[in-house]
């Protein structure tokens, strides 16, 4: 599937083939983790507005952005429900504490930091959709489709808002040393599959 140009730019690499691969052999624990992804989203969005509430336009649009992660949360569990899969706790993969752990801790670089660990999150979300599509069955290629739409906004909607809170210079240092992380930790070997996770060892 198409994905917008600038997206694809943001993006240090492409999904591993191998990922693709081992996603369509465990789709019980990609749906599992697709919902723990939402829900994780969601609290995300929350928690940057109990933190910088005081900026209305960042909370209205974060507010709608977790609203958003809600429905498709309850839509992933409805997919669960009418498959069979049997709800279980998984452990988080690297990939957002990992991102994470690149935040600076004094603000406003903390905050800028975090939006833009919040587009490459929602970014890279996207594309895994557009990669596995072709290769689903019709229901889920459907419901991930229709993901791909919302999930490039947010990207865009995180990004949007670094760069207000941001210098030029300091955001385009930020990205780059983040996109660096996001490669490594999307290429290189990982012990165990999510959503998010990298390269199956």
Known sequence: ?????????????PTPEAWVQTALAQQDI????????????AATAMSLIARYGQDAAL??????????????HEQVLRLIKRRGIALRP??????????RA?????????LVDTLIVGAF????????????VPHLDEELAAFYAGLLQSE???????????EQYGASDDIQRSVAR????????????????????????
């Open 178 to 201: 983040i996109r660096q992380l996001e490669q490594t930790l999307i290429e290189s070997p990982d012990p165990e599959f999510r959503f998010h996770s990298g390269c199956p060892a």
């Open 102 to 110: 690149a935040v600076r801790t004094h603000e406003p670089a903390k």
């Open 121 to 132: 999150i929602e970014a890279r979300s996207c594309e895994r959709f557009a990669a596995l």
């Open 30 to 41: 990609l749906l599992l983790d697709h919902r723990n992804c939402e829900l994780k989203a």
């Open 1 to 13: 599937m198409n994905l917008p140009s600038d997206l694809i730019e943001f993006l240090p690499c």
């Open 90 to 99: 998984l452990t988080a993969s690297r990939y957002a504490s990992g991102l």
């Open 152 to 162: 490039a906004r947010h990207y865009q909607h995180y990004l949007r808002f670094a």
């Open 59 to 72: 909370a209205m649009t974060l507010s709608k952005l977790a609203r958003e992660e809600l429905v498709h």
